[in-house]
């Protein structure tokens, strides 16, 4: 299985200012022949189900603020929120499906200092 | 706007079997890949397996043993099944769908979740 290790657990930033979340695969989740990550990142509110935000690692789903993208390539990954809102405190997974069983970071919950 | 509902017992005893639905409106679900992800209580995700329109199934082979998912295009329905359960297996249990990209095994839109909690 491949493994996803997000860190930090937990992180609090001031709001407005920038707040980045990180993940990494135990083994690389680009496919070289299409040169995609196969890496997608959500966002989860108390009480709601996981909202996506970002596939390809990079791609930000519809609807989703441009104060969140997502970076990296290979092993290595980055979710910035570029200013952090109030309605952002949530906890951020990441996710792989370059293979089954397809698997989940641990979550980084981001809150207001 | 697709949306997908999970229904089910909220209790189940331990060593029984825990069944689940899954109802999508708003779309076919055929051609779409459909899982069952689940995330204990304060943790993190763990997907269970996909089932495809067709049939064709890939569990997660931690649960393997004790999974079967199926499916009902006239329905618009799949469904759940999760037997010899513990209290390990005290839950949120989510539905989800793929979108029709190849290998684009990310998870939107979601159901709201369904706690199943195992008693001794």
């Known amino acids: 299985d491949i493994v996803m290790t997000q860190s930090p657990d937990s992180l609090a930033v001031s709001l407005g200012e920038r707040a980045t979340v990180n993940c990494k695969s135990s083994?690389?989740?680009?496919?070289?022949?299409?040169?995609?990550?196969?890496l997608a990142w959500y966002q989860q509110k108390p009480g709601q189900p996981p909202k996506l935000l970002i596939y390809w690692a990079s791609t930000r789903e519809s609807g989703v603020p441009d104060r969140f993208s997502g970076s990296g390539s290979g092993t290595d990954f980055t979710l910035t929120i570029s200013s952090l809102q109030a309605e952002d405190v949530a906890v951020y997974f990441c996710q792989q499906y370059y293979t089954t069983p397809l698997t989940f970071g641990g979550g980084t919950k981001v809150e207001i200092k | 706007q697709v949306q997908l509902q999970e229904s089910g017992p909220g209790l189940v005893k331990a060593s029984e079997t825990l069944s689940l639905t899954c109802t999508v409106s708003g779309a076919s679900i055929s051609s779409y890949y459909l899982s069952w992800i689940r995330q204990p209580p304060g943790k993190g995700l763990e997907w269970i397996g996909y089932i495809y329109y067709t049939g064709s199934t890939n569990y997660n082979p931690s649960l393997k043993s004790r999974v079967t998912m199926s499916v009902d295009t006239s329905k618009n329905q799949f469904y759940l099944r999760l037997s010899a359960v513990t209290a390990a297996d005290t839950a949120v249990y989510y539905c989800?769908?793929?979108?029709?990209?190849?290998?684009?095994?990310?998870?939107?839109?979601w159901g709201q979740g369904t706690l199943v909690t195992v008693s001794s």
């Open positions: 083994q690389s989740v680009l496919y070289t022949s299409k040169n995609k990550n196969y």
């Open positions: 989800a769908r793929s979108p029709v990209v190849p290998a684009a095994n990310w998870f939107d839109p």
